[in-house]
């Protein structure tokens, strides 16, 4: 009896402290983020005799009108007793919003529900510098538009577009070896210095091999005054001098202020007056869908019906009757339901950017999806895609770890819904060449002048940027572009989008071409059938 009134009590006890809550919350790396990126937010979950299964999202509400503006959600699966550290990235815009962290259980009942501190969001143009280090030695103070983290290694993300906001990160007296410094974190890096970053490291002597060995070519570790800088793609890669903290005492703030700002990341200055991505929402809404198979079956059958009405009306009455009804109606149940397909069209564009010396590839892909009736359709895209919908109403799920994302859309008909993804994807060899192959007719530019390269054909005169930014979309001077490409080509160079290229010091060629097919596939469970009608991609090629 005594053992059963333990039992009952423990038991007791449990059920009233059971609960599941948001244990730990961190907004943007280090509390911090520029407006139009993607930001970060760290949540612990924990769980306390109670187990979970279901899904954790983030509601993002516009302030003054209160609707919603993007949605996004992850798989989560909690023990009775567990808890998880999550990364979720969100998309922040440049206007006042609410953002809210909800538990969803896998029956759709809401269990908790917080309104983020979403701290305030630094300027756009400013500079922000993130030192990254064992031990916090170093006393900043903001100067001016630059401002400063400290972040210790451990906690660094694994996803690369988590690094949006951050112009220079300086890695001091770090491991960079695969034990301490993993793999995951590894790419991460690396492609955020693809997109623009520039990382500086200062090292130990004992560090002569790790990750970032194969694009330093001189020995690092000798004593200079002097940063030498690599090109990565469109960031930068530096070593620091040995005496750097020394230097650091004598020079101060002011000496990473010649380091921090790529050629690409300096054209944020320009963003707000861009109205590039609208423009372009704009073009892919102006498509129509393809014609649909149950047209293709009706007219048949109208043929057919027609011959036998015509063959039928010679007999009685009755059969006459009778066949006027049963042929629509065999043609309803046979042919509309079991073999027509719900359909959607897809209108696709795509910049692609190729990194040979990481053997990686960024994709912006915009989507523009379109149907003949309500379809309802979860698309699968690559893995680790930041997916954002230009629809309200959508529900667009965060990159998850080990899966690949989706995203649950709702097509009205005729109206055509914008997608756009955005990630970083493994590229073969084999693939290189196939890419390097169809931009042989494209432009090489190097040394802020531009050449177009036809096979067959001698190089012709190179030509400045404002030369080439009108020549880039005229078919008299490229015969290949289709109209499609012409107009996509001229919102790209109105908008000022290649300038960079002509500032940075490494060979680039630019120009259009077929990605393989099983680079960015589009796959939709269930019978819904997905069909590429328009596909177009504009590929810039780094060494």
């Not at 009590?9 to 790396?29: D, R, Y």
């Not at 909800?102 to 908790?112: F, T, V």
């Not at 031990?135 to 100067?143: L, R």
């Not at 009736?373 to 109403?393: D, F």
């Amino acid at each position: 009896m005594v053992i059963f009134l333990f039992f009952l009590i423990l038991l007791v006890e449990q059920l009233a402290t059971a609960k599941i809550e948001f244990s730990e919350i961190e907004f943007g790396l280090k509390q911090c983020y520029k407006p139009n990126r993607w930001a970060i937010v760290e949540v612990t979950v924990a769980s306390q005799y109670e187990s979970f299964e279901g899904k954790i999202g983030l509601q993002v509400n516009e302030v003054i009108s209160g609707q919603e503006d993007q949605s996004y959600s992850r798989p989560l699966v909690l023990q009775s007793v567990d808890r998880r550290r999550l990364s979720l990235p969100v998309y922040i815009p440049d206007y006042s919003v609410e953002i809210k962290l909800r538990l969803i259980s896998y029956l759709g009942e809401l269990r908790l529900v917080k309104t983020l501190d979403v701290p305030a969001a630094k300027p756009l143009d400013s500079t922000v510098i993130l030192i990254v280090s064992p031990i916090d030695n170093y006393v900043d103070k903001p100067s001016g538009g630059t401002v400063f983290e400290f972040i210790a290694p451990n906690d660094l993300p694994t996803y690369w577009i988590a690094y949006e906001s951050v112009d220079l990160m300086v890695l001091h007296q770090v491991r960079l070896n695969d034990r301490y410094f993993p793999p995951a974190r590894q790419s991460a890096i690396l492609d955020w210095i693809c997109r623009g970053g520039t990382l500086l490291l200062s090292l130990d002597n004992d560090q002569k091999s790790h990750f970032l060995s194969p694009f330093i070519k001189t020995k690092p570790f000798l004593k200079s005054s002097k940063v030498e800088l690599y090109s990565i793609g469109h960031g930068r890669l530096g070593v620091l001098p040995y005496d750097f903290e020394d230097m650091l005492l004598e020079f101060g703030n002011s000496f990473f202020l010649d380091y921090s700002i790529s050629p690409r990341n300096s054209e944020v200055q320009y963003e707000p007056f861009r109205r590039h991505q609208e423009q372009i929402h704009q073009y892919l809404k102006s498509f129509k869908p393809s014609s649909s198979s149950l047209i293709r079956n009706l007219v048949i059958v109208v043929s057919f019906y027609c011959l036998l009405i015509w063959w039928v009306h010679r007999q009685t009455y009755r059969k006459y009757l009778i066949l006027s009804i049963l042929i629509p109606f065999l043609f309803i149940l046979i042919l509309i339901f079991p073999f027509t397909p719900d359909q959607i069209s897809v209108s696709q564009f795509s910049m692609a950017t190729v990194y040979r010396q990481t053997e990686r590839i960024h994709l912006k892909t915009y989507l523009g999806l379109i149907s003949k009736k309500n379809t309802e359709v979860r698309l699968k895209l690559p893995k680790y895609s930041a997916i954002r919908s230009q629809s309200q109403g959508s529900e667009a799920p965060l990159t998850q770890i080990g899966d690949k994302s989706s995203i649950q859309v709702a097509c009205d008909p005729w109206q055509m819904k914008v997608i756009e993804a955005e990630g970083f994807l493994d590229l073969k060899r084999g693939d290189q060449k196939i890419l390097l192959k169809d931009l042989s007719d494209g432009w090489q530019i190097l040394d802020k002048k531009a050449t177009l390269i036809q096979s067959g054909e001698a190089e012709k005169n190179v030509i400045p940027y404002r030369q080439f930014q009108d020549e880039f979309y005229r078919t008299s001077i490229t015969s290949t572009l289709t109209d499609r490409q012409v107009k996509y080509a001229r919102i790209i160079s109105k908008q000022n989008l290649m300038r960079h290229l002509f500032k940075e010091p490494n060979t680039k060629i630019i120009g259009w071409a077929t990605l393989p097919p099983e680079l960015f596939p589009l796959k939709s469970p269930g019978r819904t059938l997905i069909e590429i009608q328009r596909q177009d991609n504009l590929v810039i090629a780094y060494p």
